[in-house]
């Protein structure tokens, strides 16, 4: 699955028509890493627990990873095929393989110890974290609880929101087609508050900002930069201008 990627950033990254070094050092980020490191909670665990003082053991899969890591970094940064896998990492703004395994790692323990009650897998989920003295025969769910540590029974979790689907929101949603007919109901509207949000990006960057209105006078301004327009996405100022609004 990793060749495959190589293959792909290897025709983007041509030296005359080629995307530049931090596209696709992004573009790996996104979308090669999630698809690489798909059920590495599964896949990575050890069959065996770990002594004290013992050495984490690299599978072959890790290593396999990590050479697929290394000839990205080469073509992010330009390096020589030459160059140490710790110093491509640093230069292409790159986590080690291990590390980034423990982060998926810890961030499916976590996304299992917060599951409801309610759900299928969380009786599962307590009873592996409860019996962290088991030394053989680790099943997945063993190794993540007993790695990090985690205790469900202690962890807060919220209810899911539920609807019916013959629910009809409160909410009156009226979209003008233009400019004039937007300032038309502007006029015919007699509310007390009136808050006008928006968010855009702007040389480079992209913010959220609001303005909110109490009987015709202007009465606060709220504004947010998120940052720059390679990380972020105009999408998400707009839902930022809306928390705004509910804050």
């Known amino acids: 699955r990793g060749q495959g990627w190589i293959v792909q950033f290897r025709h983007l990254g041509r030296m005359k028509d080629g995307m530049a070094g931090h596209h696709i050092c992004q573009l790996f980020k996104s979308k090669a890493i999630p698809r ?9 665990a050890p069959q065996q627990k770990r002594r ?6 690299r ?8 050479s697929i890591q290394q000839q990205v970094a080469i073509l992010i ?18 986590l080690p393989m291990e590390l980034e395994i423990e982060r998926h790692r810890h961030r499916a323990a976590v996304r299992l110890s917060t599951l409801p009650h309610t759900h299928s897998i969380a009786p599962r989920v307590e009873a592996a974290a409860w019996n962290t003295r088991r030394t053989r025969h680790l099943s997945p769910l063993h190794d993540l609880m ?7 029974k202690h962890i807060e979790k919220k ?5 019916k689907s013959s629910w009809d929101p409160d909410l009156v949603i009226v979209i ?3 400019k004039e007919e937007a300032l038309k109901l502007l006029e015919k509207d007699d509310s007390d508050i009136r808050c006008f949000v928006d968010g855009s990006g702007y040389k480079g960057g992209v913010g959220a900002a609001l303005v909110i209105y109490r009987n015709g006078r202007e009465k606060g301004v709220l504004c947010f930069r998120l940052g720059a327009d390679n990380d972020h996405e105009v999408y998400k100022g707009k839902c930022v201008s809306l928390l705004l609004a509910l804050h």
């Open 36 to 44: 690489m490191l798909y059920t590495a909670d599964i896949v990575l």
């Open 52 to 57: 004290k003082g013992e050495a984490p053991k």
């Open 59 to 66: 599978s072959q899969v890790s290593r396999r990873l990590t």
């Open 77 to 94: 940064s330009g390096a020589m095929s030459t160059s140490a896998t710790d110093i491509l990492n640093i230069h292409a703004t790159l």
């Open 146 to 152: 007993c790695a990090y540590q985690l205790k469900p």
């Open 159 to 163: 209810k899911a929101v539920r609807y």
């Open 176 to 178: 003008a087609e233009n």
